[in-house]
């Protein structure tokens, strides 16, 4: 595989120069706008032709699709800044997981079938008619229909096929669950909920006194390749760049971090399964926390530095390796499969409150694992006490009609007739050279309108 390995890393570069370019192009134009009060802005084209010159001749050598595909992620990626749902597109580096975006262009799948006509498996094969690539074997864990595109990634020297598809499978959505269990009375609707409570030392709790953690053996692992993390980051330190050694150092170092990421993701997968699984339970209730709020770094700037940064830095790590994000995650998306709802309540004193006398203050939690009344005298462990809070509020919550469904954000390019007008600067510029002006200094050229009769981009939809 090694001349398809190659072969495919070339085309995450090239697709990856251009989404770089792209970016570039774009903060010049920003950059000129700001400076010179002028409204020009980077053109929103899928062309890539213009990045390609004699310093750049290698980008001829993949196929073009995989170009253009750049410059459709970028478009892409601006999408979901213009939504709200995520900041500028920023420079791709070389390092981490890396990625390149086939549309059907590039690939196809051909079945493998025995002498009775029993499709034995799939093949992959990539490449256009003029650039043949060969076959890219993989291994699908299911059975599957075949995609429109496909993502073919590498991470600590492992490739990856994902891609997917709609099953036709029916599946019910939030708002009809959310109806059929706001029919139940508030005692039966009681008993079918599970309140969830997310720690540091101890990750999952819930209100009957289940605990969901790392096994010994995950710890002892987790902890021995923290100690090899940091000992690997010291010789990659004192690696010279651009030698092989520190390349192996940082391969070593990426496969570090992939173990632990499977780690993480393999307990978050178990853990939501088995919740998931519980025929008596349809409604699961935790804490909305903004994990990302809460991770934020507290070292603070010059001029006014943060308090206790290393402390701040070691509960943040302890967080982060909690895996509260994608247990929230994959319990959402299984819950529904399985006809189920999670609901989100306030974290707000949940862990100060009395779950029998309602009683709040922060002195009901005299340590990390107790949780004592001061009201009541009301003894339990502390975990289980505010998971037993937020099942209550959740059903509440669910009953009262103040929660709802969180509006979804789409972001999609759309197949459509692009105007062959010509744009303000164009114009302009027209004007100024039929006068006998001369525009070939001091003036921005203007971005080339695309034609109406050109290639339309391919449709791309997604869902946050």
Not at 82 to 100: E, M, N, T, W, Y
Not at 115 to 130: E, F, H, P, S, Y
Not at 356 to 380: E, L
Not at 383 to 401: F, K, P, Q
Request: charged residues 30%.
């Amino acid at each position: 595989m090694s001349d398809l390995a190659a072969t495919l890393r070339r085309w995450i570069g090239c697709q990856r120069f251009i989404y770089n370019a792209k970016v570039s192009e774009d903060r010049y134009y920003r950059g000129f706008a700001r400076k010179f009060a002028s409204n020009v802005s980077a053109p929103m084209d899928q062309e890539y032709s213009r990045f390609i010159g004699p310093d750049t001749a290698w980008l001829r050598e993949v196929p073009s699709q995989v170009l253009r595909n750049g410059t459709v992620k970028w478009r892409q990626a601006y999408a979901r800044f213009f939504k709200g749902l995520a900041g500028r597109p920023k420079i791709h580096g070389k390092d981490g997981k890396q990625s390149v975006w086939l549309t059907s262009e590039l690939f196809r799948f051909e079945p493998v079938v025995d002498d009775n006509g029993v499709v034995l498996r799939q093949r992959l094969i990539l490449g256009t008619a003029k650039r043949p690539v060969g076959e890219l074997p993989f291994v699908a864990h299911k059975e599957f229909l075949a995609p429109a595109s496909i993502h073919i990634s590498v991470q600590a020297e492992r490739w990856f096929v994902s891609f997917n598809y709609d099953d036709g499978a029916p599946e019910f959505s939030e708002e009809e669950i959310a109806a059929w269990l706001q029919g139940f009375a508030p005692g039966d609707l009681l008993a079918k909920a599970r309140g969830l409570d997310f720690g540091v030392v101890k990750p999952v709790a819930d209100n009957v006194g289940g605990v969901f953690d790392f096994t010994p053996q995950q710890k002892r692992g987790i902890q021995r390749r923290e100690k090899q993390i940091k000992r690997t980051q010291r010789t990659l330190a004192r690696r010279l760049k651009g030698s092989k050694r520190r390349l192996k150092a940082k391969q070593r170092l990426a496969t570090l971090h992939w173990q632990g990421a499977n780690v993480r993701r393999d307990f978050a997968h178990k853990a939501s399964r088995t919740l998931v699984n519980e025929p008596m339970i349809s409604l699961f209730c935790c804490e909305d926390l903004k994990i990302r709020n809460m991770t934020r770094s507290a070292r603070g700037t010059a001029a006014a530095p943060g308090r206790n940064v290393r402390q701040k830095a070691g509960l943040d790590r302890a967080i982060l390796a909690s895996s509260w994000g994608q247990i929230r995650l994959f319990l959402g998306y299984k819950a529904r499969r399985a006809h189920k709802l999670l609901v989100r309540v306030p974290a707000r004193h949940t862990s100060q409150e009395c779950s029998r006398c309602g009683h709040i203050s922060p002195d009901n939690r005299p340590s990390q694992d107790r949780f004592v009344c001061q009201a009541c005298g009301y003894a339990a462990n502390a975990d289980h006490n505010a998971a037993e809070n937020i099942r209550r509020r959740g059903v509440d919550l669910l009953l009262s009609g103040q929660w709802s469904v969180k509006a979804v954000k789409k972001v999609g390019l759309t197949k459509t007739k692009v105007r062959a007008e010509r744009s303000e600067p164009a114009a302009e510029k027209s004007d100024a050279i039929a006068r006998g002006e001369d525009v070939r200094r001091g003036c921005l050229r203007a971005p080339a309108q695309p034609s109406s009769n050109r290639e339309t981009p391919i449709t791309i939809s997604g869902e946050i």
